[in-house]
Each structure stands twice: as C-alpha cells, then as structure tokens.
C-alpha cells in the first residue's frame, strides 16, 4: 500500500544516515505547491543529531528520490519534505487498491472480539456495536456481539468525590454501578469486551478499564440516539448521517436535513458520489491528470490505516467520516473536470474508488442509493 511503502522509503533513508527509532508521520498535502504527501522525519532525526530540521531535510530529500517512487522531494517550511509521487507508483498504488482490500491488511489471527450496548441504549448504539463486529470481522478476527448480564458491581474509591461524581445523586451512582456491574458480568463469558455507551453515560476516562482490567479494549462514547418520529427510510439515513457526520455535539437532523441535495450533508455526498462512479467517462491511458486526482487516489490510499484505527479503538463512525470525506474530494473532481460533459477521470483512479467505497460500505451495512431527496 501506498503509505507503508513510502514509510519503508524513509526508514531506509533515516537508517543510512545513521539515525534510528526515528517517529515521523506520512501526510497528504495535495496541492501544486506542497506535491502528494509530507514527511516530518526530519524533525526527530535533528534532535538525535543536534543538528538544524532543514539541513536533515535536504539529505533526506536527496536519499528519497532513489528507487523510483519519488518524482521529486523539496523541503518545506520548518523542515517538512515535500514529495511529488511518480506517475507509475500512483498507478500501481490504484491497482493495488482494486485488489479488495478487506481484510488484507493487519489481520487479526486469532483474536476474538465481544462487543456490548447497554441495555438503555438506542438504535444507535446498537447498530455501532454491529458495525464495530463487521470491522472485526473484515480484518480477520471472530467477533460476536454479547448480552450483558444483571450483576451490580461496587465501584468504591473508583468513583471517589471529583467531578463528575461529587455532586451525583445517590441513585445515579447506583445506575453507573449497576451499569459496570452489567459489563463485569458480560466479560465472564469473554475473552475481551468492546464496550458502547451512550453520550454523558456517566463515564469518566479510564473509569471502566480501571473497574473492569485490561479485557476491555474500549469504551466509545461517540453514540447518539435517532430523532423520533422518522419513517424506516428517515431512520436509516439518519444513522449514517451520525456515522459521517465529524462534529461532537449532539444531533437531531429532521427529514430536511437528511434529505438535502447539498455536499455538505455527509449523506448526500456519500450516496451521490457512489451513483456518479459507474457514469462517469473514463480515460485508459494510465494517467492522473491535475491534482485533484492524484489527492483523491492519495486520500483513498488511507483506507486500510482507517479501516485498522475503527477497529482499534472501537470507533465506526471514523469509517463513516472518511467516506464523507472522500466523497465530497470525489465531486470536487467531477466539477473540477466539467460535470457531466467532463473530461475522462482515470479509469483505475474510478475503479479504486469504487472499491473503497463499497468495501467500507459493506462493512458499515449501507446500500448505495440512486436518489435521496
């Protein structure tokens, strides 16, 4: 993939200069001036040396343009590298990208995840549940979603008498016990626990690993309830308006909002640029061309590190949020080449995409659509 191999490019480099453990982050940047991606070696490999971060830079730059991948690196402001991706790597990346790549990447051998919803809970929290088993299951793990069990369990000097819990009422204390004591009971029967719970659910950070061990692998407080009053189609365009949507304040979108031929409602892009792919005229003659392609196959790209982070830190809704985002980056491209009268869009560049979305969008449940409003 894409940004392992540019990663293991650096490495090599870091390593011949001598330099070693180096952490550096691969980021796209996307635009004529800054090229396809940016890597922040430099900085870490100038504090092992005592040197300046642009000195470092520049010799990285030089040793990153051995083998091919690499059309040019300059160094940017502060000491950042700049790199221009070669045509063919592009090419191969999208390649690589048609090969469906559920589950290709960091598989889970032997690894078996639970995940519980409070009982309390809405659609929502249960239907994150069900999308994190799907997560597990693309990469490679047995994944089951369980029942919790009726246990109280006694938090004690857990709780203690900081905010949030000083000013709690005796029976809500009772409620966030019984609601531990639900999930000590569900882990007797687990391996290792996913925990959901509901926005404001009483939970401070660390509260259920400290109460429950190390068999829990997250509690996600990210799930929201559905407005009432929706029709089945309304209640499911607004689960994945929540699951797309970035924002962390709480959501009630009517049937307006869900509906909104708008690319700024996340649900609309999404289902709007999955219809778009099959219409739209294609170029085979193995070139990206302008930025706006070579940004998207480079967004694209991050998929399998995405797909990695839902599963690790129990959080769906950040495959949700990066389809949103590369929908919206998919009709930039579109307008950017004339609409429906445009120019041809690579043919592997759509094909890529096409694999990415409905990959995610199969571990996600969601079902392209045609017309929303």
Not at 67 to 88: E, K, P, Q, Y
Request: aromatic share 6%; hydrophobic share 45%.
């Amino acid at each position: 993939m894409m940004f392992e191999q540019i990663r293991a490019v650096v490495d090599e480099a870091l390593a011949q200069s001598g330099a070693s453990n180096v952490a550096f982050d691969v980021l796209r940047t996307g635009d004529e001036m800054h090229g396809d991606l940016a890597v922040n070696a430099a900085f870490g490999a100038a504090r092992q040396f005592g040197a300046p971060a642009r000195q470092i830079a520049a010799e990285l730059a030089e040793a990153l343009l051995q083998g091919g991948r690499i059309d040019t690196a300059a160094v940017g402001g502060a000491g950042f590298v700049n790199l221009r991706l070669s045509d063919d790597f592009l090419e191969a990346s999208a390649a690589a990208l048609q090969a469906a790549p559920r589950g290709r990447a960091w598989p889970l051998e032997g690894c078996r995840i639970h995940t519980m919803t409070d009982l309390a809970a809405g659609q929502r929290q249960v239907w994150s549940a069900q999308a994190a088993v799907q997560i597990a299951a693309a990469l490679g793990a047995q994944a089951d979603h369980v029942q919790p069990g009726q246990a109280r369990l006694d938090l004690g000097d857990l709780l203690g008498t900081g905010a949030p819990f000083k000013d709690a009422t005796a029976q809500e204390r009772a409620a966030l016990e019984l609601e531990m004591g639900r999930a000590a009971a569900a882990l007797e029967g687990a391996d290792a626990l996913r925990l959901f719970a509901a926005r404001g659910g009483g939970f401070r950070p660390g509260l259920a690993e400290a109460a429950l061990g190390d068999r829990v692998l997250a509690v996600a407080q990210e799930a929201l309830d559905l407005p009432e009053g929706l029709c089945a189609a309304d209640r499911e365009l607004a689960r994945q308006y929540v699951l797309c949507h970035r924002g962390d304040k709480p959501l009630a979108p009517d049937r307006a909002t869900l509906r909104a031929p708008d690319e700024q409602n996340p649900v609309f892009a999404l289902h709007y640029a999955m219809a778009s792919f099959a219409r739209t005229p294609r170029s085979k003659d193995g070139q990206l061309a302008g930025q706006a392609s070579r940004r998207l196959l480079c967004g694209l790209a991050e998929y399998p590190r995405i797909l990695h982070l839902a599963h690790e830190l129990g959080e769906p809704q950040r495959l949700g949020i990066f389809l949103a985002g590369m929908a919206r980056e998919w009709i930039a491209l579109r307008r950017v080449s004339g609409g429906r009268d445009e120019k041809a869009i690579d043919d592997a560049l759509i094909r890529a995409a096409s694999v990415v979305f409905s990959d995610a969008c199969a571990i996600l449940g969601i079902n392209p659509r045609e017309e929303i409003t």
